[in-house]
């Protein structure tokens, strides 16, 4: 083999290696273009629900009035209102004690029997002093959607306060907006524990569920009839 044969050999080797190289980045670069076109998409409902919300969320003290507040169920523990139900519970007893609503909608999940977070809801509203006849019972509000659905089409809600967690009260504020109530938010503070991380985590994905329930407007799993529920405790209200 000759000196120039071998130079030919060792420079189609190294444009070999340049090539293969080359098409390693064109991988690497795609991959990535990829992956950041992906994140986005998986990121955008966050961002709608964050910017949905805007400034109308707040405490106690910073909220207006309004006729009703809705508060969201959040599961029982020996059939009796979790820790984070219980912090929103007492965040909804001083709304009606400072007189900025006159009726409270306690929405949650009775899917069984013996599993009921409204009558839970209810029972404690009631043993610290709210009036029977201002606490509304919604037994259907299986997820945030249906909850505020049903709030404007079955009880008749178009203005209300929203009392949850601090990470989930933006999705449900627009979620409620979205079925036509004029919200504002009371999000309820937690310490930073694993709980809290994962109800975190948890709206990263419903946030995308969240989305598409605003842009197609579905039924909620179970619709049903009207109920005069709030209107008859507005009424009591204004008998005051």
Known sequence: MGVGTGISGLLRRRA?????????????RRVFQVGTVLCSLA??????????????????????????????????YQGKPSPYLEHRLVA?????REGKVQAI???????????????AMYDYLTRNGVPEDRVVRDYAGFDTWDSCTRARRIFGV?????????????RALALCEAAGIRSYA?????????????????????????????????????LGPREDGIPKALAEAAKQ
């Open 158 to 170: 178009d203005h209300a306060v929203l009392v949850s967690q601090d990470f989930h009260v933006r």
């Open 186 to 222: 009371v999000g309820v503070p937690e310490l930073h524990d694993a709980t809290w991380l994962y109800g975190g985590l948890r709206e990263v994905a419903g946030a995308g569920k969240a989305a598409a329930n605003a842009w197609l407007r579905p039924d909620p799993v179970f």
């Open 16 to 28: 070999g290696l340049l090539e293969a190289r080359l098409r390693q980045r064109r991988t690497q």
């Open 105 to 119: 909608l306690v929405t949650g999940d009775n899917g069984r029997v013996e599993y009921s977070e409204p009558d």
């Open 92 to 96: 909804a007893v001083d709304l009606y």
């Open 43 to 76: 990121l955008a409902p966050s961002a709608w629900v964050w910017f949905a919300a805007g400034d109308r969320v707040g405490t106690v003290e910073s909220a207006p009035a309004a006729p009703v507040a809705v508060v969201f169920g959040a599961g029982l």
